[in-house]
């Protein structure tokens, strides 16, 4: 039922996004997501009689040739304002677009193909990665779920953990870690969810993302995390920043602050740098974090970008860097790593009983990638996450999922463990192929060579076109 069910779903969605826009398309989707979960979860019959409008009811109007809009409103208004804002109903108003006439028949197809999606999660997924692609190029873009999995797994959340996710889009690392400890432990999660980011709009879509799956969070109102310094540490932070962002801070930012002591600000015309020195600064004393950044944040040979990582590395918080495939986002060719920071690299409970300080590990992971079927897009392949994990899990003396142990090796052209000393020598360079490189090994070993540097050149071509809109821009503020 649900693979003939959810293209048409798909199809509608994207007419819905083209007569308003695709947040609010989506914000009316993850709505009657949530009211379709809703009715499952509480049948009528258990109780009582319903006070407001009910999922039952909307499927029966989808059906005559009344007006929708309106009463499909209504009832979001409804239900999602108690459920997101107990202490304010009236807000709901504001997350609910007004849904005009010419909507009316997209709204009635919606509602009747949503009643028979068998797996309305996935239809769930699929709206946030449909309005993820629509808003990418803006910097708004949200971590696939393969990505959102393995970050989660490599950062190992446990139950009763603080976890922030300082840039947070729709939520969907937060969900993955209340998905996570969830699995691990068989028991509701009590973790403390806190999430942050910069436009409204987005916080919307992460309010009624956790809402549709009953996760509580503190998502706070929209406020721009490289401002100030967090107020407080957490046990694990993940995040998925925008890549190579041109620009952070309205204001110039001040010399004197904690999140990088005795050290210049982190450039002005390189966020991520910025976002490195504030997820480390948010760590508590035995704080991990996981998080993406573009292959410049390891191999940056200005000054200021080469301090940065030689700080990060002479406190020991660098555990590991993981190269991953080109081309996981549906918007950039850009390749980027996977960064996994660490403020205590002793062996304790839970982590790992192998001391690895003064000790980093590098893991190329270049090629763990396959097409998604019937697309241009490229994901991580399970086999290659799974390998990423066990190396980690070895390398840390952690037990594997099964509770078994693995001993680690280095292993030419996959992983290689190195001394501070070592990176030291090489400018405190951060990228896994330095240390861990491919061998040659035949024709095979050729041509992923060449598709390698195939997309290390496209995503050269987006850098000199970034740049080019730099010195656009600095020229006409002459």
Request: a negative charge; charged letters at 25%.
């Amino acid at each position: 039922m649900e693979d003939l069910v959810s293209p048409r779903v798909r199809q509608l969605v994207r007419r819905l996004a083209s007569r308003l826009n695709s947040q609010d398309a989506c914000r009316v989707v993850i709505g009657l997501v949530y009211l379709r979960i809703r009715a499952q979860a509480q049948p009528l019959e258990s109780l009582g009689r319903p006070e407001g409008p009910t999922w039952p009811w909307l499927v029966e109007l989808a059906k005559t040739t009344q007006q929708l809009g309106p009463h499909v409103r209504k009832a979001l208004i409804h239900w999602l304002s108690p459920a997101l804002m107990p202490a304010d109903a009236e807000a709901g108003r504001d997350l609910v677009p007004r849904l005009p006439a010419t909507v009316d028949e997209d709204l009635r197809g919606l509602v009747r193909a949503i009643d028979k999606v068998d797996r309305v999660g996935d239809l769930l997924e699929q709206c946030l990665g449909d309005l993820s692609d629509s808003q990418a190029k803006g910097g708004h873009y949200f971590t696939p779920r393969d990505l959102g999995t393995l970050m989660v797994a490599a950062a190992a959340p446990q139950d009763r953990h603080q976890v922030l996710d300082p840039v947070c889009g729709s939520a969907g690392l937060l969900v993955e870690a209340d998905r996570y400890v969830r699995e691990q432990t068989g028991l509701q999660p009590s973790l403390g969810l806190t999430g942050r980011d910069l436009h409204a709009g987005t916080l919307q879509i992460a309010q009624l993302n956790l809402a549709v799956r009953g996760i509580q969070a503190d998502l706070g109102t929209p406020i721009d995390s490289l401002a100030q310094p967090s107020s407080r540490t957490y046990d694990i932070v993940l995040a998925n920043p925008p890549f190579n962002d041109p620009s952070w801070g309205s204001e110039a930012p001040a010399l004197e602050d904690p999140r990088w002591p005795g050290m210049p600000p982190p450039p002005r015309d390189r966020a991520g740098f910025a976002w490195m020195l504030h997820i480390a600064h948010a760590l508590a004393p035995q704080g991990r974090a996981v998080f993406l950044m573009a292959d410049g944040a390891a191999t940056g040979v200005r000054p200021a970008e080469q301090a940065i990582r030689q700080h990060l590395i002479r406190e020991d918080l660098v555990e590991a860097v993981v190269a991953l495939p080109p081309g996981l986002f549906s918007h950039t060719r850009i390749s980027c790593c996977l960064w996994v920071l660490n403020r205590d690299k002793s062996p304790h409970r839970g982590w790992g009983d192998i001391d690895r300080r003064g000790r980093v590990l590098f893991i190329n992971a270049r090629r763990a990638k396959e097409r998604v079927p019937d697309t241009r897009q490229w994901r991580l392949t399970t086999d290659g996450a799974g390998r990423v994990l066990r190396t980690l899990a070895a390398w840390r003396g952690a037990a594997l999922a099964d509770g078994a142990h693995s001993h680690y090796e280095d292993e030419p052209g996959w992983c290689r463990s190195r001394e501070a000393e070592d990176i030291a020598q090489l400018d405190y360079g951060l990228l896994p192929l330095a240390y861990a490189s491919e061998q040659a090994d035949g024709d095979d070993s050729e041509l992923w060579r060449i598709d390698d540097l195939k997309q290390e050149f496209y995503g050269k071509l987006e850098e000199a076109h970034q740049l080019d809109l730099d010195l656009r821009r600095m020229l006409d503020a002459l």
